[in-house]
């Protein structure tokens, strides 16, 4: 026997749905907007606290312009090519203190890490004769084993990164000492490998502006492939025209930072060097799962634990990288004096370092940050020390300059997650 449900089922007075609503992404309709969609978003990422690099990139152009107004020669190309090669061996440093810092930890030991290597650097290279590129790789290598120690102690033990990293301040500059012996000091080769690395310019135009070329077509590609992936996925992306008024927005600061490049002695080596490093290690921050585990960590640790992430594993990682870059920035140090002596690695290096990743927007919280915050944020350091070398102001009163931004930088990331906790997006 068969049942009509139709003359059994009740009557509700209500009518079915002639068809089921489809959820639209939001980020569909600010595309289909245009710029008065675009311009929504942003003052909605604006109140919600996703202030991203905005404040950095407003408060660089800030600087720039009041010391531009003090001094003219400031957006000199002699001058700004200086502050380019001066900020890279911090820089260096500064971009392995980004990944240590999305972990939500702290490596206090990258000054005398630095040191340590620029003294195994020129004690195998000038006391030994050992050549330079062999001297080089033993050096970063020092780096490295002085960061996977941490690491271990850190990760497999259980004694926290601060304390950890602290002793490795004073032990590593302790055994840097040691290395120098009583000379205190050693000259490098000043037409060598390593003095190349800050003295080195490509003269010809053609370098400055193809390395212009390269970055603006990369960024293009990058994003018009991307585009095209997300497309075929059936999932939101930027349409063509705003691919193309971004990388206009990227070329014009490109070319004309290649422009001052030629008018002083050319494209520095350093740069190329610092800029090639921030690009390859922003794509394994974003690109791949090494760099989900990274974020993952930072996000949560028990979180990344049950997802199946050794989290031993790349907490060595991690410490290891930061000690690999805090050698290579002691090797442009280095470069930059043409020696290697006592004070390698120390003064404001560290809080320097430090400083440039916070300022540049990694946050001190862990699970949010960029190798470009190391540029970001350097750029920003040495445009107050270079602005105020120029007008003859105190070291002193860079100091607190210095301090009083990174503390905006740390006040503006705390207000911006509570902003975030509020909106429901953090």
Request: charged share 10%; net charge positive.
């Amino acid at each position: 026997m068969t049942t009509d449900l139709s003359k059994t089922a009740p009557d509700d007075g209500q009518q079915p749905a002639a068809a089921a609503v489809t959820p639209v992404d939001p980020r569909l309709l600010v595309r289909e907007e245009g710029f008065a969609g675009y311009w929504s978003e942003f003052a909605r990422k604006l109140r919600s606290g996703e202030l991203g690099s905005l404040p950095v990139v407003v408060g660089l152009i800030v600087i720039c312009l009041v010391f531009q107004l003090q001094d003219s020669a400031f957006l000199g190309a002699e001058n700004l090519s200086n502050l380019f090669v001066t900020a890279a061996g911090t820089g260096l440093i500064a971009v392995g203190i980004v990944f240590v810092l999305i972990l939500g930890e702290i490596d206090l030991s990258v000054g005398s890490v630095s040191g340590l290597a620029a003294a195994v650097f020129a004690v195998l290279n000038v006391n030994h004769g050992m050549p330079e590129w062999l001297a080089l790789l033993l050096a970063l290598l020092s780096g490295t084993v002085a960061g996977v120690l941490h690491g271990f102690f850190f990760a497999r033990i259980g004694v926290p990164a601060f304390v950890v990293t602290l002793a490795g301040l004073l032990g590593w500059n302790g055994l840097m000492l040691q290395v120098l012996g009583s000379n205190g000091t050693i000259n490098l080769d000043d037409s060598g490998l390593v003095a190349a690395l800050t003295n080195h310019y490509f003269e010809d135009i053609a370098w400055a502006n193809g390395l212009a070329t390269a970055v603006v077509a990369g960024y293009f590609l990058v994003s018009w492939r991307d585009g095209r992936r997300r497309a075929a996925a059936g999932v939101p992306a930027r349409p063509l025209t705003e691919t193309l008024l971004r990388t206009a927005a990227l070329a014009v600061p490109a070319y004309a930072v290649a422009w001052l490049f030629n008018q002083y002695k050319g494209l520095p080596l350093a740069v190329v060097i610092f800029l090639g490093i921030v690009v390859a290690l922003d794509l394994v921050l974003r690109r791949t799962g090494y760099g989900r585990r990274v974020f993952a960590l930072g996000g949560s640790v028990e979180a990344a634990r049950r997802a199946g992430i050794n989290v031993a594993a790349v907490r060595i990682s991690v410490f290891a990288l930061s000690g690999t870059m805090a050698a290579l920035g002691g090797m442009f140090l280095a470069s930059q004096i043409n020696a290697a002596n006592q004070s390698s690695g120390a003064g404001s290096l560290l809080m320097n370092a430090i400083a440039a990743a916070v300022i540049g927007g990694t946050s001190l919280f862990g699970g949010r940050g960029k190798t470009w915050s190391a540029l970001l944020g350097v750029l920003v350091i040495q445009s107050i020390a270079s602005g105020m070398a120029l007008l003859g102001i105190a070291s002193a009163v860079q100091y607190m300059i210095t301090g009083a931004v990174l503390l905006a930088a740390v006040v503006i990331d705390s207000v911006s997650r509570r902003t975030q906790r509020t909106a429901g997006r953090a």
